[in-house]
């Protein structure tokens, strides 16, 4: 699916002018139209003779995990892709006749079906594959004695942190190099590093036998749940950056530049990239507090801060577009083109000069 996602996005960007509006409506029905009927065949394939029973193991796995924060929303999710799946399978059992419109209706109707396995099958996927058996965490004794060092080392600066994940039981669990005395240990810890109650549940020789050891990372969550990696809206029409600054200096008077101006400070369906930017720092700032981490809220403080300074500018960069607009002047001409110097070019037929003479200068000897 990440395959066909890819070449359809490919096709569809043929489609479109510079500003990335729709422009080839007959071309973009026909690229989605091979993305249906390629998501169909594969669904036929590799996932419907063996999505019920995925799904039932998936569940039966479930009920064995400890209960966490996303173990109700998996539930959901699997109950959503069950839904899905019946869907699909009722229009592989019905197909219409091939290359008819009824068929490209029908792949239609089921493309955000496959968009939902394409996006959250992995989650099923996972949940039915649960063979990894964790080793036996530290004792209370060994706990408290890493945990110790591990604290020393961080407050040392020498506690570097190498990846982070979520366990099945909803703990985050991070790996870290701890240096102490030229030598470097992993060792796995459970919490937020940066806030108070984290403690050390392993240490092993290497990072592979740390996997080995560790429970299994869950898949991670996303930022919006009605967000699909596989199933884009539209995209809105947006002017570069680039033409932008490619009509300032090209434009020849004052309203030429305040319309490129006004263009990048553009708010609502067709903003601008000054606006853009904004929505894409008000974006991070949320991705970072969702981390639920003493970081993550750090940073998404530093990026609110940054947004509220760039709507500032935006408002700023706004009106000096409306008072250069109404200057009403054009550039002097004494700031006239200079073209290249175009050197003229001999003949064809003739005979290129002959270079000068080699000539062997004297060198004097004292």
């Known amino acids: 699916m990440a395959v066909i996602g890819r070449e359809t996005e490919t ?21 989605r139209a091979r993305r249906n009927q390629a998501a169909v065949e594969t669904y036929a394939t590799c996932l419907a003779p063996h999505g019920h029973q995925l799904l039932d193991t998936a569940r039966r796995a479930l009920d ?52 939902i396995w394409a996006d959250y099958g992995s989650i099923a996927a996972y949940l039915a594959d649960q063979h990894h058996q964790s080793k036996p965490e530290l004792t209370d004794e060994e706990r408290r004695m890493w945990t110790e060092k591990a604290h020393a080392a961080q407050a040392r600066g020498e506690l570097e942190l190498i990846e982070s994940w979520y366990a099945a039981d909803g703990r985050r669990i991070t790996l870290a190099y701890l240096v102490e005395d030229d030598t470097s240990t992993v060792i796995a810890l459970a919490g937020d590093p940066d806030a108070p109650g984290w403690e050390v549940i392993g240490h092993y020789d290497h990072e592979y036998a740390a996997g080995l050891a560790l429970p299994r990372a869950v898949p991670p969550g996303v930022l919006r749940p009605d967000v699909s990696r596989f199933n884009r809206p539209e995209p809105a029409p947006e002017q570069p950056l680039q033409e932008l600054l490619r009509n300032v200096v090209e434009g020849r008077a004052a309203g030429d530049v305040s319309e490129a101006l006004f263009s990048a400070t553009q708010q609502g369906y067709d903003a601008g990239p000054m606006v853009r930017l904004q929505e894409l720092l008000h974006t991070a700032g949320a991705f970072a507090s969702a981390l639920e981490t003493v970081q ?15 709507d500032f500018l935006t408002r700023e960069v706004r009106s000096a577009a409306e008072d250069l607009e109404a200057t009403v002047a054009v550039l002097p001409p004494h700031r006239a ?23 062997t200068a004297l060198v004097r000897r004292a």
């Open 296 to 310: 993550g809220r750090q940073v998404a403080a530093r990026l609110d801060a940054l947004g509220r300074q760039l």
């Open 337 to 359: 083109p200079k073209p290249p110097v175009v050197r003229p070019r001999p003949a064809v037929d003739t005979t290129p000069p002959a270079p000068p003479p080699r000539t």
């Open 64 to 115: 064995e995990l400890p209960f966490a924060r996303h173990t109700t929303a998996w539930r959901d999710l699997l109950d959503s892709l069950a839904a899905s799946h019946i869907e699909i399978v009722r229009v592989l059992n019905r197909p219409a006749t091939p290359g008819s419109a009824a068929e490209r209706e029908q792949h239609n109707g089921a493309w955000p079906h496959l968009a």
């Open 11 to 31: 096709a569809l960007d043929t489609v479109r002018d510079r500003c990335g509006r729709t422009i080839h409506h007959d071309a973009a029905a026909a690229a």
